[in-house]
């Protein structure tokens, strides 16, 4: 039943090509640090602020847009499919890049790189409990849910030192620790941004009302520069709200840039990709990792020399490109096994 749900709805080309242009970022980020050793050079720093919270923002409106009027069957249903696409690919990516025993060491909160298929999962899961059992504070539940998941990352290392002379209760923090940390809860900041996807899909005409007034535009983006160029602060509050007030102004900017500019630069060389890469982002997330030129961190300090963003940047996309471009020619290939394409990508 949710198969033939999925079937009927239609995808958006500028939605799409704001997924891939995302996905490009995140690999390009991979190349700042895995290839390079810097994740700050090249402006990275400042697509950190909107790139994750576009990415889940995106699945957000994706979820939400399938429906919500579901019954218990059909809960169910879209769970297990959900598990086959984001749970199962995540560990079987995570067995081939690190096998037994490495593998156990990678089970913590970054899953070894493959902590967003995972992640992904449980958003759906906290926004399916939400909008079953919260409704009408579904939006309170997100914001607690983010700021639980902030202080948690930002705190829990000063507890551990606190209780360091109870061994009793050390103890116990660090099964705690080992618990959330295969939940990957520090990360769960980030379902404030997927929840606002849901909400934006679900009130759309509002949404795209509101990001079509100029003066509405013109104060995002003069919040997204003003975080920008915020120096970092070791107050935890602070660093939440620049944290909230950049992903959500980032976000915003990025998709009323998509909107209201994809049908006229569509039809250029460098543009037309992009929405097939938004198409296949899981395909790439989980291929890159084997395509990434790690030996290039030999010749970072190099490039580091130069000082200048314009060249890092130049340089991280020249290798970020063509990863993105193996990984989709690894997929194509991948997916003339039906088996493979089942198990590997969660395709029915």
């Known amino acids: 039943m949710f198969a033939s749900l999925m079937k009927t709805t239609q995808r958006i080309e500028y939605i799409d090509a704001m997924r891939g242009c995302t996905m490009i970022l995140v690999v390009y980020s991979h190349v700042c640090g895995f290839c390079f050793g810097s994740p700050a050079m090249g402006g990275n720093d400042v697509l950190f602020l909107f790139r994750l919270p576009c990415f889940f923002f995106i699945s957000g409106w994706l979820f939400e847009k399938v429906g919500r009027q579901w019954s218990g069957v059909e809960t169910w249903a879209v769970i297990r499919r959900k598990f086959r696409v984001q749970v199962v690919p ?74 360091w002379e109870a061994p009793r209760a050390l103890s116990c923090v660090q099964y705690l620790r080992y618990a959330l940390g295969f939940l990957s809860f520090m990360t769960w900041r980030y379902y404030l941004f997927f929840f606002l996807g849901t909400w934006a899909k679900r009130h759309a005409d509002l949404f795209l009302q509101l990001t079509s007034r100029p003066l509405v ?60 890469i938004g198409r296949r982002t899981l395909d790439i997330y989980l291929l890159h990792y084997f395509f990434l030129p790690r030996f290039l ?52």
Request: glycine share 6%; aromatic share 18%.
């Open 217 to 276: 535009v013109l104060l995002v983006g003069l919040a997204f520069v003003s975080v920008a160029a915020l120096p970092r602060t070791e107050s935890a509050a602070a660093a939440f709200l620049a944290f909230a007030v950049g992903g959500v102004s980032g976000l915003t900017l990025v998709f009323t840039l998509f909107r209201h500019c994809w049908h006229r630069c569509s039809g250029l060389a460098l543009c037309r990709p992009l929405p097939f």
């Open 90 to 163: 995540t560990f079987v990516f995570l067995l081939l890049l690190a096998p037994p025993p490495l593998f156990f060491s990678r089970l913590g909160a970054t899953k070894g790189g493959y902590w967003f298929t995972f992640v992904l999962f449980e958003f759906f899961l906290l926004c399916i409990f939400s909008e079953r059992f919260l409704k009408r504070f579904a939006l309170v539940f997100a914001l607690l849910v983010s700021v639980a998941a902030f202080c948690y990352d930002v705190y829990f290392s000063r507890l551990q030192t606190v209780l």
């Open 297 to 348: 961190v030999a010749y970072s300090p190099q490039l580091l020399a130069y000082d200048s963003h314009l060249v890092e940047a130049l340089a991280a996309l020249g290798v970020a490109l063509p990863v993105v471009a193996l990984s989709l020619l690894a997929s194509r290939v991948i997916r003339y096994s039906p088996f493979l394409a089942r198990w590997l990508f969660g395709s029915d």
